[in-house]
Structure formats: C-alpha cells, structure tokens
C-alpha cells in the first residue's frame, strides 16, 4: 500500500491520483428529505460493518473503498443513486441500468426507502467481498 503523505490515506498504487482528504459526510445530507438521510444512514453503516472501509464524500457524491471503490452513491430529490459493482451480471428488477466494463459490473438502483435498501444489501455485502478477492486485483 502507498500512503499519501498529504491526507494519509492509502492506495495500492503509488503515487495514485486523488483528491486528498475525505470531505465532510454532513455537507452530502444537509437540507435533504427524512427518508434520502435514513437511507444514506443505513448504507453508510452497512459498509461500515463490512470491514475497513472508506468513505468519501464531494458535493452530493460519497464513494465507499476497501482497497478499492466498491460501491458509490449520489443523492438525488427523493432518492439514493446507488452504484454497487461486482464480479458477474445479476437479473434484478431493482437495478435500473448496468454496464460491464470488463473487469466489473457496475449495477445502479434508485433507492427511495429502507426497504428498497433492504433487497440492495446483498449485493453491497458481494461487492465488498469482490473488491478485496483475489480476482478483482489487477
Ligand atoms: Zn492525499
């Protein structure tokens, strides 16, 4: 791992390219509906149960990494964009749009409450899991 000797975070790759610091997590959920603030409550502690992860957060826009970026979010009028990405291509109703790009597969759900969050789970579990196998490392 290479540490930035800026904002001290770490990246596999030396020298890697990035914003420095975290950004400030309140900045994304100011002024936003009841259920957008939940729903991007319970992500955030999901991930956080996962492992060592992560978060990053610019304007509207938070990203969640173990060694790398497995799964970010925008908040949008009513909802959570959620793009979660992994190892192979799943046929789920929830998933709005989904793009392979060869090494992953990127799946985008609009989550509006905690129950929609709830079917998500899974799969942001897969992507942590993705992110830190063997297989995902290039
Ligand atoms: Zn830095």
Request: net charge neutral; aromatic share 10%; glycine share 6%.
């Given at each position: 791992m290479w540490q930035c000797p800026k904002c001290k975070r770490e990246f596999t790759r030396k020298n890697q390219r990035?914003?420095?610091?975290?950004?400030?997590r309140d900045d994304v959920i100011r002024d936003r509906p009841?259920?957008?603030?939940?729903?991007?409550?319970?992500?955030?502690?999901?991930?956080?149960?996962?492992?060592k992860?992560?978060?990053?957060?610019?304007?509207?826009?938070?990203?969640?990494?173990?060694?790398?970026?497995?799964?970010?979010?925008?908040?949008?009028?009513?909802?959570?964009?959620v793009a979660v990405h992994i190892g192979r291509t799943v046929d789920n109703p929830i998933f709005i749009k989904i793009v392979d790009d060869g090494k992953q597969v990127t799946h985008v759900a609009k989550i509006a409450n905690l129950r929609e969050l709830k079917k998500l789970e899974p799969y942001i579990k897969e992507a942590y899991e993705f992110s830190v196998s063997e297989q995902s490392s290039s």
């Open positions: 990035h914003a420095c610091g975290t950004g400030d009841q259920s957008v603030v939940e729903v991007y409550r319970a992500i955030e502690e999901f991930t956080s149960k996962l492992g992860v992560e978060t990053v957060a610019r304007d509207r826009y938070v990203l969640f990494r173990s060694s790398r970026i497995f799964v970010d979010l925008s908040i949008m009028k009513d909802v959570v964009r």
